[in-house]
């Protein structure tokens, strides 16, 4: 059974610093995804990662996947306040349907 | 353009209610799928369709859950005699091709209270 962990699962930070949030699988997959969930809202997508190595970047964030090491990470680079939200990884299960986990909630302070 | 939607965006049942949730996934989409959303959890999978096809429904929590795509198009997912821990956020999203591999577009949800 696929079974996805994130961490941090909360996490604060000031304006203008960097940090990374990790998504963890227990299966093989090499099809990643995150997602953005803002309060109320439902899932925007961010990122898909097809491939071992895969990198993506958009804006200040930076995706990146590691399907050996069943990793995968998100960098936020000088992080705004407008980055507040909820962060989904999901990960692809044998084609069938996606398993996200728990979810990472970024609050950036001014 | 139109994205997915979903109705109604609030729904408030007195347990023991049945209740039915409507998709409307993008349109040409294939792929179909319903997720369940706790409070404070990430999404959880509930059944996939393939067009009319109903591919997958290992994670429908009882039988008291139930989803049709009659034409491959819009979906309903209807929930018999409503229990309380039936309370949560349900996702509908669509993709273009069959499958799981390709980005799925979520709808805005269905907030389902059951008191």
């Known amino acids: 059974e696929l079974k996805v962990e994130q961490n941090p699962l909360f996490l604060s930070m000031q304006e203008g610093k960097n940090y990374t949030i990790y998504c963890n699988y227990s299966t093989t997959s090499d099809r990643l995804y995150w997602y953005r969930q803002d309060p109320g809202k439902s899932l925007e997508s961010l990122f898909v990662l097809l491939s071992n190595g895969a990198v993506k970047q958009e804006g200040r964030l930076m995706a990146s996947l590691d399907t050996k090491a069943r990793l995968s990470t998100l960098h936020i680079t000088a992080a705004v306040h407008d980055l507040s939200a909820t962060y989904f990884c999901a990960v692809d299960n044998y084609g069938q349907n996606f398993v996200f986990g728990p979810g990472t909630r970024l609050s950036v302070l001014p | 353009g139109a994205g997915v939607s979903q109705s109604p965006r609030y729904k408030v049942a007195k347990r023991g209610q049945d209740v039915a949730l409507r998709c409307d996934p993008i349109?040409?989409?294939?792929?179909l799928f319903w997720y369940q959303q706790a409070l404070g959890q990430g999404p959880e999978f509930l059944t996939y369709f393939q067009n009319e096809a109903q591919l997958d429904k290992s994670g429908l929590p009882s039988d008291r859950f139930f989803a049709e795509r009659p034409e491959g198009s819009v979906s309903t997912l209807k929930i018999q005699r409503t229990q309380q821990e039936d309370s949560a956020v349900y996702l509908c999203?669509?993709?273009?091709?069959?499958?799981?591999?390709?980005?799925?577009?979520f709808g805005p949800g269905t907030r389902l209270l059951v008191l």
């Open positions: 349109s040409g989409h294939v792929s």
């Open positions: 999203a669509s993709s273009l091709v069959a499958g799981g591999q390709e980005t799925q577009y």
